[in-house]
């Protein structure tokens, strides 16, 4: 076969595999998910977050700091009468001085100095006289060691031995 | 060829000296780099026109790996919202339309490995070739004829992945050779190799059709 030919046959046919085009949708799904993903911040806006966060926890902070105490303190609530009757307003238990109960009184846990006065008699003691000590005197003794007489030593000639 | 692009510099040229004698910018159309430098700056409709530039490159790069137009196309989109997240990381060295094409490659090669753990194997997109059916009793038109054109790319399937991959995205067009190789991470020499590999080896197998 002509090579030439053959050749121009491979790249048709190539190029017809090749000759595909994307979806329309390609594009708005790539620009889609790019919104998605969070572009990164210019370090100026970075700044301005920062800045109006530690703002806001500033104020949250002098706010908790300063704020009245919660725990109100509820009245009893009166009786809706009509006019011509004197209204009933219950009462409110009594909260004077004298019937607080006096502080209790904490013992001290550490004793104060003796109050007693009584005299004490006083205290006889006898001198101290000084004795001579009598100590007993130990008896010398004299040891006599037998004196050793040593024989002198008799060396035997070789040829008398038993061996 | 030559005077085409010496008449389109011109024009640009001419373009940068209107924007100088205070023409409206709108009128000139941006380059990639610029584009590039706007998305950094936050600007989300500059990297929506990246995506319309380019998404075809990608899709095709994808589909050379994959053969099929549902898993290019998934490619495509994760290549391209991938690159959004990492424009930080795109130095210039190459063109934005390199930068993007080796992403979606990385990605697609990935999906390649899965699916072939999973046994399936490469499925032919279903071309369009009523087109080619011109069925004359000479022999260049029938080679031609659709038929035909159908057993060679039965062949190029059958080639191995390197030189399959390396003839597919040279017949896309979308990148220079020496582009693409850039994109593979492969020698420029050895991209050009396995073009003619390819080309080779379908050639001994067409001759004995």
């Known amino acids: 076969m002509d090579e030439r030919v053959l050749d121009r046959a491979i790249d048709t046919a190539a190029g017809a595999l090749m000759a595909r085009q994307p979806s329309r949708a390609l594009g708005y799904n790539v620009m889609e998910r790019v919104r998605e993903t969070a572009a990164p911040a210019p370090p100026r806006y970075v700044w301005v977050s920062a800045a109006a966060g530690l703002a806001l926890c500033a104020g949250f902070a002098t706010l908790l700091v300063t704020r009245a105490p919660s725990g109100a303190v509820l009245l009893p609530q009166t009786l809706s009468l009509p006019i011509a009757q004197a209204a009933v307003v219950p009462e409110v238990p009594d909260m004077t001085p004298a019937a607080v109960r006096p502080p209790r009184r904490v013992a001290p846990r550490v004793a104060g100095p003796p109050t007693d006065a009584s005299p004490i008699a006083p205290i006889e003691t006898q001198p101290i006289l000084l004795a001579a000590i009598d100590v007993p005197q130990l008896e010398a003794e004299t040891t006599w060691v037998d004196p050793i007489t040593i024989e002198p030593l008799i060396i035997e000639p070789l040829g008398a031995s038993n061996d | ?47 929506g026109e990246l995506v319309e530039r380019h998404r075809g490159a990608v899709f095709r790069a994808a589909l050379a790996a994959l053969g099929n137009d549902a898993d290019a196309e998934d490619i495509a989109q994760e290549a391209l919202v991938l690159a959004y997240k990492r424009l930080d990381q795109f130095r210039g060295e190459a063109s934005v339309r390199t930068w993007l094409v080796s992403i979606a490659w990385r990605l697609a090669l990935s999906r390649r490995r899965r699916l072939w753990w999973k046994g399936s194997r ?40 390197k030189l399959r991959d390396a003839l597919l995205l040279t017949a896309a067009g979308d990148l220079t050779q020496d582009d693409i190789a850039a994109a593979l991470r492969v020698r420029a020499s050895t991209f050009r190799g396995r073009v003619r590999d390819a080309r080779i080896r379908l050639k001994e197998r067409l001759g004995h059709e």
């Not at chain 2, 209107?18 to 990639?32: A, I, K, V």
């Not at chain 2, 584009?35 to 409709?45: F, I, N, T, Y």
């Not at chain 2, 032919?124 to 004829?145: C, F, G, I, K, N």
């Open chain 2, 1 to 47: 060829m030559p005077a085409l692009k010496a008449s389109i510099q011109r024009v640009a040229l001419r373009h940068l000296d209107t924007d100088d004698q205070g023409l409206p910018e709108q009128s000139r159309r941006m380059d990639d780099g610029e584009l590039v430098e706007q998305v950094r700056a936050g600007d989300q409709a500059a990297f």
């Open chain 2, 122 to 161: 490469m499925v032919a997109p279903a071309t369009e070739l009523h087109a080619l059916r011109d069925v004359t009793p000479s022999q260049e038109a029938r080679m031609q004829s659709a038929q035909f054109i159908q057993t060679v790319q039965r062949e190029i399937r059958r080639l191995p992945p």
